[in-house]
């Protein structure tokens, strides 16, 4: 069935650093693939989107690229700051219902 | 309000106790999901209507959970007899006003049960 995997965490960086969460899936077909954010005491929202292969999804600062060969949806930002402290999901829509799949969420902790 | 709301955000159930829980989607939205978040896991699916069709309810975990959404707006999602492993985070998400448009949801707050 289809499943996505993400890095664990938690990823503890200085402000201004590079980030790079990994994300990895299987699915059969083409899903669309999605980074929510988690807000310390706050909902899910979406960060970036792509439902296509080589699609570039970006928002706020960060990206990831649908890389089809791979199998992976990497988030990127090139300078991290104090207020994206938040746990990340990676996801997967499938075709069928659009019902969510969901990685098991990564921690960050971005410290001054 | 602009947002999904669900209610009650807090829920502490007796084990055994039935419970249930509201959602109110974005206007229009045609679809909605209901996810269960275990404490730090991501959210799983429960189930999904489109309009007032529960499309697939393949992810409730037991006969004991029920959803319905009548109206085709406001959904619930009731538990009976409720048991210490239903505690989690719930989370409800409505999306696209057609369908979900290749995924795009938008979540509530969530409603976290606890069972004791």
């Known amino acids: 069935g289809n499943s996505v995997t993400q890095m664990e965490g938690p990823v503890t960086l200085s402000e201004e650093a590079f980030l790079t969460i990994n994300c990895t899936y299987t699915a059969t077909g083409y899903p669309s693939l999605f980074w929510y954010v988690q807000y310390p005491g706050e909902g899910l929202q979406l960060l970036l989107k792509a439902t296509k292969a080589d699609d570039k999804g970006s928002n706020k600062g960060f990206e990831a690229t649908y890389r089809k060969e791979t199998t992976s949806f990497h988030l990127e930002k090139g300078s991290v700051q104090v207020s994206d402290s938040a746990v990340y999901f990676c996801a997967l829509s499938d075709r069928g219902t659009d019902k969510l799949i969901f990685g098991t969420g990564t921690r960050l902790q971005v410290f001054p | 309000g602009a947002g999904v709301s669900q209610s009650p955000r807090y829920k502490v159930a007796k084990r055994g106790q039935d419970v249930a829980l509201r959602c109110d989607p974005i206007?229009?939205?045609?679809?909605l999901f209901w996810y269960q978040q275990a404490l730090g896991q991501g959210p799983e699916f429960l189930t999904y209507?489109?309009?007032?069709?529960?499309?697939?309810k393949s992810g409730l975990p037991s006969d004991r959970f029920f959803a319905e959404r009548p109206e085709g707006s406001v959904s619930t999602l009731k538990i009976q007899r409720t048991q210490q492993e239903d505690s989690a985070v719930y989370l409800c998400?409505?999306?696209?006003?057609?369908?979900?448009?290749?995924?795009?949801?938008?979540f509530g707050p969530g409603t976290r049960l606890t069972v004791t």
């Open positions: 206007s229009g939205h045609v679809s």
């Open positions: 209507f489109q309009n007032e069709a529960q499309l697939d």
């Open positions: 998400a409505s999306g696209g006003r057609v369908r979900a448009q290749g995924g795009e949801q938008y």
